[in-house]
T-cell receptor
């Protein structure tokens, strides 16, 4: 069965600090998809990134970067030079090949102080 | 283009009452999902519609929950009778195909059973 673990429940940083959110997953499938979603105070889940299991290239999008390592079953998310607007709950999720449902981690609450 | 819309945004009901949540997916999305997050825990899958058919309802907690998707458009999730443990945030999501892209989530309905 699939599982996603986000061991960090809450992280507090000061603006401009870099922060990494950890995500470890378990799956028996060789084909799967990994996602990160952001939940700001307004409540909706905002899609950030989707990565398939055959693409281990790291990705950078502005201040956001993702490090996918199959060897350690991790898909970590780094925010560089954090800003107050980054304060939110961040969820990592897994979708196994052939299925369309998502398995989420418990989320990491990030609080960025000015 | 309108996103996924959920109604109501908040609902407070007494134990034993009935509540109906509504989700309007993005137009053209055949896949519609219901998820639930109980306080402090992970977001858990409830069920998945493909058009008007229930593809997977393995996550439905018990028979007090009834989901419908009339004509493959909007969906409703009825809880009858509501219990205290049903409190949480109910998310709806829609997608074309998770293997091709992301699921788009609504802002959620916060249900409080007192």
């Amino acid at each position: 069965a699939q599982k996603v673990t986000q061991a960090q429940t809450e992280i507090s940083v000061v603006e401009k600090e870099d922060v990494t959110l950890d995500c470890v997953y378990e799956t028996r499938d060789t084909t799967y998809y990994l996602f990160w979603y952001k939940q700001p105070p307004s409540g909706e889940l905002v899609f950030l990134i989707r990565r398939n299991s055959f693409d281990e290239q790291n990705e950078i999008s502005g201040r956001y970067s993702w490090n996918f390592q199959k060897s350690t079953s991790s898909f970590n998310f780094t925010i560089t030079a954090s800003q107050v607007v980054d304060s939110a709950v961040y969820f990592c999720a897994l979708s196994e090949g052939g299925y369309s449902t998502l398995t989420f981690g418990k989320g990491t609450m990030l609080l960025v102080s000015p | 283009e309108a996103g996924v819309t959920q109604f109501p945004s908040h609902s407070v009901i007494e134990k034993g009452q009935t509540v109906t949540l509504r989700c309007d997916p993005i137009s053209g999305h055949d896949n519609l999902y219901w998820y639930r997050r109980v306080m402090g825990k992970e977001i858990k899958f409830l069920l998945h519609f493909v058009k008007e058919s229930k593809q997977d309802e393995s996550g439905m907690p018990n028979n007090r929950f009834l989901a419908e998707r009339t004509g493959g458009t909007y969906s409703t999730l009825k809880v009858q009778p509501a219990e205290l443990e049903d409190s949480g945030v109910y998310f709806c999501a829609s997608s074309q195909d998770l293997r091709a892209g992301e699921a788009f989530f609504g802002q959620g309905t916060r249900l409080t059973v007192v």
